[in-house]
């Protein structure tokens, strides 16, 4: 609860955000049945409305919208204390955004509550509850994805296959013939301007190193 900057200390009234969403348009649907609803709701339970978000006709698979893309980025700069939804999958319809979503709530401090999701309401002891279990599982999905990807990245790289930023292709020739000149390899990069490291780990791949290297001593000795 937010304290006014007052001397009494009195509490002031939760900022809430009401966001609603259908997925079309027209034949009986839109936002404002779920507005109304959340309204009575945030009278009843003394909400300040600090902002309504409205996503009309946008499918709930999409992780950005307009309305939603908003109302996060407001609850992000501490401006809001609640977000409260009609029902949760008005948030959306995927599992993992929903849970992602969820816990960047709670971690930036914003009270969530869905009016027709029982147990959904983390302004409550039981809820708080519920909402801990959501972002401990928003947790684990997000270390089941980065072992995933870690899996990935090892079964491409067994088969031989880049990984990372794009290999950047370097032309050895120059180099090789700098280095049977006697140069070293730190000159020898400076001059192609390529990272000493990357320059002798490809001349290695290629066969030239050390032999270019040797073969620039051996000429440097008959001189």
Known sequence: MRYSDGMTSKPTKPRAALYARVSTTGHGQDVGLQLDELRQVAAQRGWEIAGVYED???S?????RPGLDRMLADAQAGKLDIVAVWKLDRLGRSLQHVLATLDQLNTQGVDFVSL???GLDSTTPAGRLF???IAAFAAFERDLIQERVVAGIRRAQAAGKHCG???KEIDLRPAVALLREGRGLKDVARILKVP???LRRRLEEAGQW???REAGQREAAVR
Not at 60 to 64: A, D, V, Y
């Open 56 to 58: 009309a006709g946008v």
């Open 60 to 64: 709930g698979t999409k992780t950005s």
């Open 116 to 118: 027709r999701d029982q």
């Open 131 to 133: 909402t801990a279990m």
């Open 165 to 167: 930023r794009p290999r």
């Open 196 to 198: 000493r490291a990357t």
């Open 210 to 212: 050390p032999v270019a």
